[in-house]
């Protein structure tokens, strides 16, 4: 039997299809503005924190709805270690990096064991850490700076967490009858990822359909491929197109027009960690693990999972991904210092809660958390380009998240009539 | 002949598919002790929640007059107004809380916006010496006991001003000595101020000698009341009352099965009460069940059953656990639910919402959840297998569903226990416990749950049955333990066995009584 249909596709893809729609609307209010390259791009690198703490705190909400609370301030602990590290004390940047992760894996194994062997309520557990690292951090900062901040970090440092790749010269292209220039590799790569997605769609469905399964109409097969490239190929684009012109006077008096494009460090990160994820939830029994003490901690249990385990390795891998942003933030402004990271674990938590992930856990996917992250962020980008007021922004995300919630909730209002009904009839039973 | 204080008027209560009460009649005189027995399901739980008001006047057919007038009850605080309180099973007190603080709960002494805590205590403290307790009524509720705890129900109930009371179960969680004492504070209540009550209970010995009448309740309709003020009543009788119907064909034949080798073996078997470690809950029980033998346990709700079966699987329930556990003759030690898969057990729990299914996931995730390895490869999962592995089992167990896609918790409840089967049989064991696998399901459904039992023993399986029906019990194994208060009271071939001897081995033991089903 074929449960295909179009509504079910719309039901499933209600945020994608909002952010589209919210997206177009800024285009048009800020007269394109929106998706000019530097836009597009700065929403990214800009954002890049939210997507990684994101895959972390989905991780986590995922066992339960259960959040972590000590992600900003431990991001700011950790930015101001790897300062100290490699700043003051000079440690090479490897065995820097490699201590400053060190520290996360101590961080997360003792909230982990904290929270799922000494059964402390996770959102207690992590406000000790919100509390604590936000001070700790400022002290250390303090102590080692006379301006609360430690940069200078080594370019070796910063390369590996922002700038770009694929800078030379050799590596652009001017496009002389639109005076546009666009680094190749950038396209180069958008070109590969919309191959492999094209191609990965066929083949499962080629796969579905050889082995007699329910499969999807091939027509949707091929619009979904072509709404996927195309996101993938505007996106190449738009960074492909986002260097610097620079000129340069050469010795015989003319001037040489030198493009400086280039591929993101962070969004090869983002690739990475967002990849990583979604195939560990989606394609795993790690996942499924992950997905099932969510689902009812009580079954997973009976059903042969370690519900401690899963808390713990949820926890841990919190604190490395934290560790993680904070070194891409840390690079970005290439200084440490004492306020950063402020509210990111509520960034990341609204990033999953608009993103569909279910509050009391049990359900999320990491696509749907990046377009809640890219939908508050575009909200947030929008709003400050048309010039309204900080606080006005801050207003219309609440409601935002709030009508998210909502819409989640009711469209799950009919399920739940069928569970009364039949929790009324097992009553009969006991009496 | 006293005056009738309450009578209940061919009360009819349906649930979707479900009759719970067929035309019931009960008729409770003044200042009389009126027990209601019948086995669990009976719909005695349910005659008393269209009582008190929990199922609101209309949601019922018949009539209920109380004290001369017809009463339309919708809430439990409209029936409390007249005088009818009932104390449940499951004891409704807050731990940390005095007893002068859970007894006048919703019911605040002192004006509307104050309390008054002087008058709270002075009150609490002379309904506690009405029923014979000398704590103060400033102790927590966590620091009696569970004996003491049931008082502390009744003289809240006493203190609503409680003309008819109910107590529904009131012994289940008492020793011998507390449940005397709970006796006897009845039948004083009943002399000193006339108080009429309604004692539901499984205790034979306790109704007898309790009770002025007893109306026996079955399949949701009242057969008999016998009056045990105008004659000695036997405890056979209310048996042969409890359990009269016969068992028809409504259980498949098994094929002809050679029953093997013991399977699994459980000697001495003792586990303790998780919160109170005093209290033991599977006492020194010795089982065995053999390749392709359908084993029955039978015991009321509270006997240990399912303690029993949890704390074999893995050690899911249950401390200071001892004893030893054989598996092909060979003695193992199962720490974790993953340990007790991985040996070659299953226990398909009574609970299939609470702990058996992921209610917010599909069939297909279900069936697979207790066996992903099976499925998956270097922790990935292969999505194909997987909907191949659901997709056959739901057309071999007839799962009625469009696609194995579907959420369980959009299912009718037989089809949602054929799910849960499915996830134990994929996970392959040689014995499978099965924790009343067929409540709460219609009789169709059960017929179907029959016969995949019966096919599980013909492929070899070891089957324990736990259940609290006795045609179920008698008419499925091969085999049947009768549990009773935490031990194995008797234990007999199907063959030997009927409703009546079953029901005797359990009479027989006393009114001792430990322990509740978790």
Same mark, same amino acid.
């Given at each position: 039997m074929n449960t295909f249909s179009i509504k079910n596709v719309l039901k499933k893809n209600?945020?994608? *299809?909002?952010?589209?729609? *919210?997206f177009v609307f800024f285009t048009i209010m800020t007269k394109g503005l929106m998706f000019s390259s530097s836009n597009v791009a700065s929403l990214i690198d800009q954002k890049a924190y939210v997507y990684i703490l994101g895959a972390g705190m989905l991780m986590c909400m995922l066992t339960g709805g259960n959040i972590d609370l000590s992600v900003g301030s431990f991001l700011c602990f950790a930015g101001a270690v790897a300062g100290v590290f490699s700043v003051i004390w000079y440690i090479n940047t490897p065995l820097s990096l490699l201590l400053v992760l060190g520290v996360g894996l101590v961080y997360g194994a003792i909230l982990g064991f904290l929270i799922a062997y000494v059964r402390i309520p996770p959102w207690i557990a992590t406000l000790a850490g919100y509390l604590a690292f936000r001070g700790l951090a400022t002290q250390i900062l303090v102590k080692v700076s006379d301006t609360s901040a430690i940069s200078n970090f080594s370019p070796e440092f910063l390369h590996l967490f922002s700038g770009n790749i694929f800078t030379s010269p050799v590596f652009q292209v001017k496009l002389q009858k639109l005076g546009l220039w666009l680094n190749i590799p950038c396209l180069v790569l958008g070109v590969l990822a919309t191959a492999a997605i094209v191609v990965i769609n066929f083949m499962t469905r080629a796969k579905k359909a050889k082995k007699g399964y329910e499969a999807e109409p091939v027509w949707f097969v091929a619009v979904k491929s072509v709404i996927e490239g195309a996101i993938i190929l505007i996106l190449s684009f738009k960074f492909s197109s986002n260097g610097d012109i620079v000129f340069e006077d050469l010795a015989d008096g003319s001037r040489l027009e030198v493009y400086k494009g280039g591929i993101p460090v962070v969004v090869l990160w983002l690739i990475g960690v967002l990849l990583f994820y979604g195939i560990i939830t989606e394609k795993t029994t790690i996942g499924r693990h %992950?997905?099932?003490?969510?689902?009812? #901690?009580?079954? #997973?249990?009976?059903?042969? *999972?370690?519900?401690?385990?899963?808390? %713990?390795?949820a926890y841990l891998n919190m604190s490395v991904l934290t560790v993680l942003a904070a070194l891409i933030v840390t690079a970005r402004f290439s200084s440490a210092n004492a306020f950063a990271g402020q509210n990111f674990e509520m960034d990341a938590i609204a990033a999953c809660i608009v993103g569909g992930v279910s509050a009391y856990g049990g359900s999320g996917s990491i696509i749907g958390m990046v377009i809640g992250a890219t939908l508050i962020g575009v909200i947030d980008q929008g709003m400050s380009l048309m010039q309204i007021d900080q606080d006005w922004i801050k207003i219309v995300k609440g409601l935002v998240l709030l009508a998210a919630v909502v819409f989640e909730i009711v469209s799950k209002q009919g399920k739940l009539k069928i569970k009364k009904k039949t929790s009324k009839k097992e009553k009969v039973q006991k009496a | 002949m006293a005056k009738v204080l309450l009578?209940?008027?061919?009360?009819? @209560?349906?649930?979707? /598919?479900?009759?719970? &009460?067929?035309?019931?009649? +009960?008729?409770?005189?003044?200042?009389?002790?009126?027990?209601?027995?019948?086995?669990?399901?009976? =719909?005695?739980?349910?005659?008393?929640?269209? &009582?008190?008001?929990?199922?609101?006047? =209309?949601?019922?057919?018949?009539?209920?007059?109380?004290? /001369?007038?017809?009463?339309?009850?919708?809430?439990?605080?409209?029936?409390?107004k007249k005088g009818i309180v009932i104390i449940h099973q499951e004891l409704a007190l807050i731990p940390y809380m005095t007893i002068g603080e859970n007894m006048f709960l919703g019911n605040e002494q002192g004006s509307k916006w104050c309390i008054d805590w002087n008058k709270t205590y002075a009150e609490a403290d002379k309904y506690l010496e009405m029923v014979g307790l000398s704590d103060s009524s400033k102790t927590l509720i966590k620091d009696i006991g569970t004996g003491k705890q049931q008082l502390v129900e009744i003289a809240k109930a006493l203190a609503k001003n409680a003309r008819l009371l109910i107590l529904d179960e009131p012994t289940s969680s008492l020793n011998e000595t507390d449940s005397r004492a709970l006796l006897d504070l009845m039948k004083k209540l009943q002399k000193e101020q006339g108080m009429t009550m309604i004692i539901i209970s499984h205790k034979l010995n306790e109704v007898s000698y309790v009770a002025d009448k007893i109306t026996v309740v079955r399949d949701g309709s009242t057969i008999e009341t016998l009056d045990s003020k105008t004659e000695e009543i036997p405890e056979s009788r209310i048996i042969k009352g409890m359990v009269g119907r016969e068992i028809t064909d409504r259980f498949p034949k098994r094929h002809d099965v050679p029953i093997g080798d013991v399977m699994m073996e459980v000697k001495n078997w003792t586990v303790f009460h998780p919160e109170f470690a005093e209290r033991k809950v599977v006492d020194d029980v010795s089982i065995n069940v053999r390749r392709g033998e359908v084993v029955g346990i039978y015991g009321l709700m509270g006997a240990g059953r399912t303690e029993l079966a949890m704390s074999i699987f893995g050690r899911s329930y249950g401390i200071g656990i001892s004893g030893k556990l054989l598996l092909h003759g060979k003695e193992v030690t199962l720490r974790s639910p993953?340990?007790?898969?991985?040996? /070659?057990?299953?226990?398909?729990?009574?609970?299939?919402?609470?702990? /058996?299914?992921?209610?917010?996931?599909?069939?297909?995730?279900?069936?697979? +959840?207790?066996?992903?390895?099976?499925?998956?490869?270097?922790?990935?999962?292969? @999505?194909?297998?997987?909907?191949?592995?659901a997709d056959e089992y739901k057309q071999k167990l007839r799962t009625k569903t469009p696609s194995v896609e579907q959420l369980v918790g959009n299912l009718s409840g037989g089809n949602q226990q054929k799910v849960l089967l499915a996830k134990w049989m994929f996970a392959d064991p040689d014995v499978l416990i099965l924790d009343e696998p067929t409540r709460g399901i219609d009789v169709g459904a059960k017929y179907e749950i029959y016969c995949i039992i019966n096919d599980l023993a013909k492929a070899g399986k070891s089957v324990i049955m736990i259940s609290s029906e006795l045609p179920e019990v008698i008419g499925m194994s091969d085999r049947i333990y009768i549990m009773n208060q935490a031990k194995i009271v008797g234990e007999m071939k199907a063959s030997d066995a009927t409703q009546e001897n079953i029901m005797s081995c359990i009479v027989g033991v006393g009114a001792e009584s430990e322990g509740s089903e978790a």
């Open positions: 209600v945020m994608a *299809i909002a952010l589209l729609v *919210i %992950f997905m099932t003490v969510g689902g009812n #901690a009580e079954t #997973a249990k009976l059903s042969g *999972i370690n519900n401690k385990l899963v808390m %713990f390795v | 009578e209940m008027k061919s009360i009819t @209560k349906t649930f979707p /598919g479900v009759k719970a &009460l067929d035309n019931v009649n +009960l008729q409770v005189e003044e200042g009389e002790i009126h027990a209601l027995v019948g086995e669990n399901g009976a =719909g005695k739980s349910t005659l008393m929640n269209v &009582l008190s008001g929990i199922y609101p006047y =209309g949601s019922y057919e018949g009539d209920i007059v109380y004290d /001369g007038e017809v009463c339309a009850f919708h809430n439990i605080k409209d029936s409390e993953k340990k007790a898969i991985a040996a /070659g057990l299953a226990y398909v729990t009574e609970d299939r919402k609470g702990n /058996g299914l992921v209610l917010t996931n599909s069939i297909k995730t279900n069936t697979t +959840l207790a066996n992903l390895k099976a499925i998956s490869k270097a922790t990935f999962i292969d @999505k194909d297998k997987e909907y191949q592995v």
